[in-house]
């Protein structure tokens, strides 16, 4: 599976951007889908998941309520909508795929990864 990630960008605020992820490769529906991001100095941190057939999500208590993952697996195509965005969440964004079969919320459980998408938010 390869990963391209995009729809980063620089917002104020209290903004709003949608970062997606398009895969290639047959078995995308098959894989656990899920978002991290890194800042400058910080390890890397998990955002949020969806299961292989967007059943169940799962996000960090920093972004619940704000951010929403998605997936059209008919458009091989994972996505993240991010409102009331912070200035906390400047980052660069990065899109992974997992075949766990549970919740995986660390960077080692994942396979596969995109290039990441720089998200800047200014105060």
């Known amino acids: 599976v390869q990963l391209q990630a995009s729809g980063g960008g620089l917002v104020q605020a209290g903004g709003s951007l949608r970062l997606s992820c398009a895969a290639s490769?047959?078995?995308?529906?098959?894989?656990?889908m899920g978002w991290f991001r890194q800042a400058p100095g910080k390890e890397r941190e998990f955002v949020a998941l969806?299961?292989?057939?967007?059943?169940?999500?799962y996000y960090a208590d920093s972004v619940k309520g704000r951010f929403t993952i998605s997936r059209g697996n008919a458009k091989n195509t994972v996505y993240l909508q991010m409102n009331s965005l912070e200035p906390e969440d400047t980052a660069v964004y990065y899109c992974?795929?997992?075949?766990?079969?549970?919740?995986?919320?660390?960077?080692?459980?994942?396979?596969?990864w995109g290039q990441g998408t720089q998200v800047t938010v200014s105060s």
């Open positions: 992974a795929a997992t075949g766990f079969s549970v919740y995986a919320l660390k960077a080692y459980e994942y396979d596969y």
């Open positions: 490769g047959r078995t995308f529906s098959s894989y656990g």
């Open positions: 969806i299961s292989w057939n967007g059943g169940s999500t």
